[in-house]
């Protein structure tokens, strides 16, 4: 086990780590390079800033991290669990998350774009602000998620769960006004 480590882009360019448990670790403010990362497990650790360039992370599990502002773009997540943790204010661009799961974490302010999330799982997630913009949302699930102000651009849309919350936040989005109706 890696434990409360402050790793410098030294340390992580080019690397390759497999079955590796790292714990309070940083990664905040780093660059990753040509750096691969698999079946490795993050507890509490923070990734908060860092520039990941050609970075894979692959069957890997952050629990209570925080990867927040980061630019997924140049990075691989293939089947990643991400467990209680805050990845507020990132950017997914032509992701394939349809293998990853989210639960219990902050999805806040975040911008999908062409993302495939296919039977995807993003549950009990707070989602406010976020944007999907030309994603493939089919199949995937939002259950006990806040999709408040979260806005669906030109999305694929089919058998994708919500609960009541999430559909009244949906109609809202799109301009609905739901009303009591009245007795008479």
Known sequence: MTKDIHFTSEQLKGQ????EKFQNCKFSLQQFKFSAFEKCTFEYCDFSNALLNSTSFENCVFTESKLSWINFKDTNLVKCRFNRSVLEGCTFEKQKLSTSVFED????SNYFINCNLQNGKIQNCN??????DHSNLSRTS?????LTGVLFQDCKIGKTEIDLNG????GQS???????????
């Open 167 to 170: 559909f009244i936040s949906f």
């Open 16 to 19: 390759s780590f497999e079955n």
């Open 174 to 184: 799109k301009g609905f006004v739901l009303e009591a109706q009245s007795k008479g």
């Open 127 to 132: 989602l406010s602000r976020t944007v999907f």
């Open 142 to 146: 939002f259950l006990g998620s806040n």
């Open 105 to 108: 974490c902050d999805l806040s």
